[in-house]
């Protein structure tokens, strides 16, 4: 590529980086600035060449950040921040605090936990603007998509900022109907004439949540995706479930099964993109889960 051209560099084509980095799709981005998709080309494609340097690559999930790409946007987060605070500003607004930020979290902390954070969050920053992506799949290290993001296990990554957020407990549940109708289980030899209500093996990629294997050979008979179509099954007498404290314990139609044999110890994470961390909206939204869960540690069962 060419040289750098400093003069022709606009702060707004940042922005433009600064959407594609956070959405990680052209169209996404696209989306949040209110413009069509081939504009966010145009502009990154003029930032390229006024840079002189490449900042964007297609990746499986989308586009991610080159390295030189990353460390552009994470300069440029605070032009955005004063372009927040001129638009306060001029709306006579400025102590209002703007931005739109996104979370994404396992799907049963994610409604259960992060979800009301960001609902009380949004009614005391009405600025900012909150979106919640629940999946329960690992961290992708270099995909984009997402400013904040709870984990299972460690996210510990030399682009993320990482901590860890809360211990929980995943321990085993079943119905009254079914404990009734099926042989009796007093002790950890009984799993073995049972099945399992859990994740479905073939696509389970959180390698922590691979404890099937370790509970006395029970085979999943029944596996979704989705933690809350695993209580549901659980409640409708398809086998013993290996739920979440915070889910199964609060639950009347469930009865714990082997509460001092079995519990499962896991711990989730909260990590900030670099590309984000100094954002004022950023850092109000990890504040507000890192409350809930403080203020709720107790439902967590570890």
Do not use: C
């Amino acid at each position: 590529m060419p040289d750098p051209r400093p003069l022709d560099v606009s702060t707004d084509d940042l922005r433009y980086l600064l959407a594609v980095a956070r959405a990680g799709r052209m169209v996404s981005a696209a989306a949040l600035l209110d413009v069509d998709h081939t504009t966010v080309k145009r502009r990154i494609d003029r930032l390229e060449a006024a840079l002189g340097v490449r900042l964007l690559d297609r990746g499986a999930d989308g586009w991610e950040l080159t390295a030189i790409g990353r460390e552009v946007a994470e300069r440029a987060s605070s032009l955005e921040q004063v372009v927040e605070q001129v638009v306060a500003a001029a709306s006579g607004e400025g102590d209002r605090v703007r931005g739109t930020v996104r979370v994404v979290a396992p799907d049963g902390f994610g409604s259960l936990f992060v979800a009301p954070a960001l609902a009380r969050l949004q009614r005391e920053h009405p600025g900012i603007v909150v979106e919640l992506v629940t999946s329960t799949r690992p961290l992708s290290l270099r995909g984009s998509g997402y400013d904040i993001a709870v984990t299972v296990g460690s996210s510990a990554a030399s682009r993320l900022k990482s901590e860890v957020l809360a211990p929980y407990s995943l321990r085993l549940y079943a119905s009254p109907a079914y404990l009734a109708a099926h042989a009796p289980i007093t002790t950890f030899a009984d799993l073995e004439n049972h099945s399992l209500v859990f994740y479905v093996d073939a696509l389970l990629t959180v390698h922590e949540l691979d404890l099937a294997p370790v509970l006395n050979g029970m085979r999943v008979g029944f596996g979704s995706t989705n933690v809350f179509a695993q209580l549901e099954a659980v409640r409708a007498g398809a086998g013993v479930g290996l739920l979440h404290a915070f889910m199964g314990e609060k639950d009347a139609g469930l009865v714990p099964v082997l509460p001092r044999e079995v519990e499962f110890r896991l711990q989730f994470s909260l990590a900030v993109r670099r590309e984000s961390e100094d954002v004022e909206a950023v850092t109000l939204v990890r504040d507000a889960i890192k409350a809930e869960v403080l203020d709720r540690a107790d439902e967590l069962g570890a």
